[in-house]
């Protein structure tokens, strides 16, 4: 009850103060699992990926943030998890696997950081990891807009990327470069193609 009150109260304020919009989310099927990664720009893009998502989903965080008391119990209703960053998190892990067995959305912002593909210009290996273990598709998502007040935000979720081929328990670092690749390319380069590419863009 919290969860779906708190991702309300955030989706009325984010669309007022940034128009938010998306387009794409007939992308995102219903009872599926799915690793969505999106860019990461602003510290709005978490707040905005959770409450402009029409599903349900689990968000990893840094854990630094979970040293405040008010942010530690808000995270603990909503879904949203800590991961340590800069090295393998085994609990992180085994919660991430957890919640796509459950054919949960998992949102997870590969850059590590705020334009970290601008600081180091490849993406974190953790999705392409979960992907290879699990089998489960990534859905590419780029946030697009400068975050000035009543300037609008538009989320593009692109198709599925399927990484079935790369299954398995011990995935090696050339495969989990090469899906990080693909993912990148889903974001940040190449055009995210629609199911629908003649729909126009809809209000969250």
């Known amino acids: ?41 602003s510290n709005w893009d978490p707040p905005i990926l959770y409450s402009a998502t029409k599903r349900e989903m ?43 067995k459950d054919n949960k959305i998992l949102a997870i912002f590969p850059e590590g950081t705020r334009n970290g593909i601008q600081k180091r210009g490849k993406i974190q290996n953790g999705p392409a990891y979960l992907a290879a273990r699990t089998g489960v598709e990534v859905i590419p998502v780029k946030i697009e807009g400068n975050f000035k007040p009543f300037r609008k935000v538009t989320l593009y979720y692109g198709k599925p990327l399927n990484f079935e081929k790369y299954k398995t328990n011990k995935p090696e670092k050339e495969s989990l470069d090469q899906i990080s690749n693909v993912i990148t390319k889903a974001i940040f380069g190449e055009k995210i193609e629609y199911k629908n590419e003649s729909s126009k863009t809809k209000d969250t």
């Open 1 to 41: 009850m919290i969860r779906i009150f708190v991702k309300y109260v955030v989706k009325i304020f984010t669309i007022f103060l940034f128009r938010v919009k998306t387009v794409g989310q007939e992308n995102i099927e219903k009872g599926k699992p799915y690793i969505m990664c999106a860019n990461h720009s």
């Open 58 to 100: 689990y968000m990893m965080a840094k854990e630094e943030l979970f040293k405040n008391k008010f942010i530690y119990w808000a995270a603990k209703k909503t879904n949203i998890f800590p991961v340590k960053r800069g090295r393998q998190d085994i609990e992180s892990i085994k919660k991430s696997l957890k919640v796509l």
